[in-house]
């Protein structure tokens, strides 16, 4: 039987002191980011009683990071980011000059989300004005509007990314730190998930700042246009958003390559001052997040762009001629810098190397693809939406779900330090941001679910997804791999399942009722699909369902003999009619080519890992390889202490 989720009456007298993070943390979620908040989120009633006064994570006992209200809030943006999807989706007001299907017309509306958003951060956030501290808070008519706040939430959402853009040209937002999550979910009404209607200070500061209108552009004429700055020279050009064409500068079709006029303008920085302003994916390292040191990001520019120290800086337009317009000639120019004499036509292009490119795809400021971040973000909140977790006053009679939510959190944080340099993969609560190939995946998250059990005796997920062999024991003559969900050393017996009473030990864990078993189901929104997949990918994906039925058919022989416990004969009854994660060929990450362009759900062509991304400016680098624990540029480079004296 279910019991009531526990009471928590713990108090912190005989808990350790609690270390605030360091002012240099990375980013998170935070509710003092605003000077004043817009109006006032207010949490259900009772939502943070029975949250625990602290957890113990890697041995040490900290307060919780989040709060039940939190998670409440941040549904209440996510419910809004939807709403406004929606909104886009189905505008039928007036009648296009350009006819877009749905699909297409969204895409179009991130792509110009993402250059409101550029202009806000750039222009209105700028460096700001500091506090005595060093900080910068937010002020009330700074908050920009919904289209702008969903990019936001997205680019942080990839954080490695974010603090090193941050650190070399977003000084503003980098002040400001943590996501004002509370002040900005009040600037939501709660009951229609529609946005307050917004001071006149607040339109007229960001309109001002940004030239744009405060109101998100939810249709978009041929006749709107943007000003683009011509790779070459720099003057303006005005281009249409979009045309009949497919041409627009938010269409696919848009064929100009201002990615290498970012790319020449970095390096003329570069050039000019040697010591601090850098290329990107060359400040913070791949694996910690943590800066790699000045000499190091000064070895590996100096290095990969083929320059020395004391050059006379050139302008974007003369390395342009130097060097080429195109991503092939820039590719061949840095090869010849970072492989020396092992150039060579047959030998690919280093995976370091693709990685210092892939961040000048993308024009603007950001180095990923942020209209594409945001479509991939959205089938994560779509599960959000389906589980009901958005619905206004989802919450007031529910005080038990989220405060789980919570605990589970902190419960992945103790696994991940209980299992250093291994992939742990998240349920749909919690979850974060995982950018590996799908393969690895599916085998880290059986790992997963076996670290989890072992280590906090019960099931990582009840929703139907069966765990590897290890993670269930049944009776003996159940199966050759035994299972159980609660197995002992030495037990080689076990009662039939309609002799042994079912008792949730740990419902601050895990939910059996048939309402929350959505919520365990294995986290998988950073992934794009591939229709018509390469051979590699199929494979992956018919010994993953190979192993599953195998599972399936020794797990169902065990529930025939009555050898199982009521864990494994819950997950016997679900899994029959469940669709398990990891099954569709996938790829993982921060997708650089036309994958995500249109829709982000699906990349036709009969091809293997990489070379979807083949003339995009990529060349075979594929998003699976961007974040996987294979190093970055710097472990290409770093020098021993001896080589940096000696250079410097």
Avoid at 309 to 332: D, H, N, S, V, Y
Avoid at 352 to 369: C, E, F, K, M, T
Avoid at 412 to 438: C, E, I, N, R
Wanted: proline share 8%.
């Amino acid at each position: 039987m279910e019991t009531p989720l526990p009471s928590y009456t713990a108090t912190t007298s005989d808990v350790p002191a609690y270390s605030a993070q360091p002012t240099d943390a990375l980013p998170d979620y935070d509710e003092s980011g605003t000077s004043a908040p817009i109006s006032s989120f207010v949490p259900s009633r009772g939502i943070d009683d029975k949250l625990p006064s602290h957890f113990k994570i890697n041995n040490n006992y900290v307060i919780p990071q989040l709060k039940p209200s939190d998670l409440e809030a941040h549904l209440v943006l996510l419910g809004a980011f939807h709403r406004l999807k929606e909104e886009v989706l189905t505008f039928k007001r007036v009648k296009a000059d350009v006819p877009l299907e749905p699909e297409e017309r969204y895409a179009v509306f991130l792509q110009r989300a993402v250059y409101r958003f550029e202009q806000w951060a750039v222009r209105m956030i700028g460096e700001g004005q500091e506090d005595e501290d060093g900080s910068r808070r937010l002020k009330a008519n700074e908050v920009p509007p919904l289209d702008v706040m969903m990019v936001w939430h997205t680019y942080m959402l990839n954080p490695r990314t974010y603090l090193e853009d941050c650190l070399r040209k977003l000084p503003g937002l980098l002040r400001i730190g943590s996501f004002p999550l509370v002040n900005l979910a009040s600037s939501i009404d709660q009951e229609t998930l529609l946005p307050h209607p917004p001071s006149e200070g607040r339109v007229s500061a960001f309109s001002s700042f940004t030239e744009q209108p405060f109101e998100p552009p939810i249709n978009t004429t041929s006749e709107e246009t943007v000003a683009v700055f011509c790779p070459s020279c720099a003057e303006p050009n005005t281009i249409p958003w979009i045309t009949y064409k497919g041409d627009g500068y938010a269409q696919r079709e848009f064929a100009c390559t201002l990615g290498m006029r970012k790319f020449f303008e970095d390096m003329e920085r570069f050039m000019i001052d040697t010591k601090r302003d850098f290329m990107a994916n060359t400040v913070l390292d791949y694996q910690t997040g943590l800066p790699v040191g000045l000499d190091i990001s000064n070895l590996l520019c100096l290095q990969y762009l083929r320059l020395r120290e004391g050059m006379t800086p050139i302008r974007p337009k003369g390395l342009g001629k130097q060097i080429g317009w195109t991503f092939q000639a820039l590719e061949a120019y840095c090869r010849k810098g970072l492989m020396g004499r092992r150039d060579k036509p047959q030998i690919s292009t280093p995976r370091q190397l693709n990685l210092l490119i892939a961040p000048y795809r993308n024009p603007g400021v950001a180095s990923l693809d942020l209209a594409s971040a945001v479509i991939r973000q959205m089938g994560f909140i779509e599960k959000m939406v389906n589980l009901g977790f958005t619905e206004p006053g989802r919450w007031e009679e529910d005080n038990d779900t989220l405060t789980r939510c919570v605990v589970r959190y902190h419960h992945f944080l103790d696994l991940m330090s209980a299992m250093p340099g291994k992939f742990v993969v998240p349920t749909l609560v919690p979850d974060h941001d995982d950018k590996v190939g799908q393969g690895a995946l599916s085998t880290a998250y059986d790992k997963t679910a076996e670290g989890w059990k072992e280590r906090f005796g019960v099931p990582y997920s009840v929703c139907g997804c069966l765990p590897p062999i290890k993670a269930l024991d049944v009776g003996e003559g159940g199966s050759s791999g035994g299972f159980s969900l609660f197995s002992k050393k030495g037990k080689s017996k076990a009662a039939p399942a309609s002799e042994m009473p079912f008792t949730n030990p740990r419902p601050d864990l895990i939910a059996t009722s048939n309402d929350a078993e959505g919520q365990t189901h294995p986290s998988e929104h950073y992934s794009v699909v591939i229709i018509n997949p390469g051979q590699p990918n199929k494979t992956q994906a018919q010994l993953r369902t190979q192993e599953l039925t195998k599972r399936a058919n020794e797990l169902g022989k065990a529930v025939e003999k009555g050898k199982v416990d009521g864990w494994a004969e819950l997950m016997h009854q679900r899994e029959v009619d469940h669709t398990p994660s990891f099954l569709c060929p996938v790829q993982y990450g921060v997708a650089q080519g036309d994958c995500t362009a249109l829709s982000g759900g699906a990349v036709e062509g009969n091809f293997e890992i990489g070379e979807c991304v083949k003339g995009n400016g990529m060349y075979s680098l594929c998003a699976a390889q961007v974040d996987q624990a294979r190093g970055g540029p710097a472990d290409a480079i770093k020098p021993s202490a001896g080589m940096a004296a000696r250079r410097h």
